[in-house]
């Protein structure tokens, strides 16, 4: 079974600082990959998706991601974190398998505060 | 109009009672999901449910079931509720092969806290 894995649990940075989370995913096969975001008492919002083509995706409030296959990896990164970026983020993939996608699954999340 | 709309937005229930959460989707989706978060934050699959098949993650009690009375609705049913059942509960959906307009809407969640 497919998984998905968040190096770090808890990323504290300073107003200005560059971001970077990691995100490397278990399947040999097609995938999608996701980054969803949750803010403090809120649902899940998606910050950008990956499906084929460009493997740098740019989303919204500045995000992007780069998916390096050789890798299995898809990080996610932001030039200039501000303190409105404090949130909990979720890298997530799912299976291809035809026109049939998976369900979708979640890597354990990265806390991120940013101190202003 | 909200995608995906759940019901209760939170939920304070006791031990052993039978509760259950309420999932609309408007979005023509043909694939509805539910999750659950725990006080960690980690988000789990519990079920997927579509028009051919419901899809259920073993490791769900089977005190929980997933109840579809048309495809725009997935219910979630809990019997006889536990401590460890407390968490925030999320309804998605999706619609199948349309990649790539493929993704999931979530709605906003229900904390259940059981005492």
């Known amino acids: 079974a497919q998984s998905v894995s968040q190096h770090n649990h808890h990323v504290i940075l300073s107003e200005a600082a560059s971001l970077e989370l990691g995100c490397n995913y278990s399947y040999g096969g097609t995938v999608n990959l996701f980054w969803y975001v949750q803010y403090p008492g809120q649902h899940l919002q998606l910050l950008l998706k990956y499906f084929s083509g460009d493997p740098l995706v740019k989303g919204i409030k500045g995000f992007e991601a780069e998916f390096i296959k050789s890798k299995f990896s898809f990080n996610l990164r932001k030039p200039s974190v501000q303190w409105s970026d404090t949130a909990e983020y979720f890298c997530a993939v799912n299976v291809v398998v035809g026109r049939s996608q998976g369900n979708l699954i979640f890597g354990k999340g990265t806390k991120l505060s940013v101190k202003p | 109009d909200t995608a995906v709309s759940q019901t209760p937005k939170y939920l304070v229930t006791q031990m052993g009672n039978d509760k259950s959460i309420k999932c609309e989707q408007n979005?023509?989706?043909?694939?509805m999901y539910w999750y659950k978060q725990d006080s960690k934050k980690f988000l789990k699959i519990m079920f997927s449910?579509?028009?051919?098949?419901?899809?259920i993650n073993e490791t769900v009690p089977n005190r929980f079931s997933p109840k579809s009375p048309d495809k725009a609705h997935l219910n979630l049913h809990i019997n006889s509720l536990e401590l460890g059942d407390s968490a925030v509960y999320f309804c998605?959906?999706?619609?199948?092969?349309?990649?790539?307009?493929?993704?999931?809407?979530f709605g906003s969640g229900t904390r259940l806290t059981v005492v």
């Open positions: 998605a959906s999706s619609q199948q092969g349309s990649r790539p307009n493929y993704g999931y809407t």
């Open positions: 979005l023509g989706h043909d694939t």
């Open positions: 449910y579509n028009n051919k098949e419901l899809i």
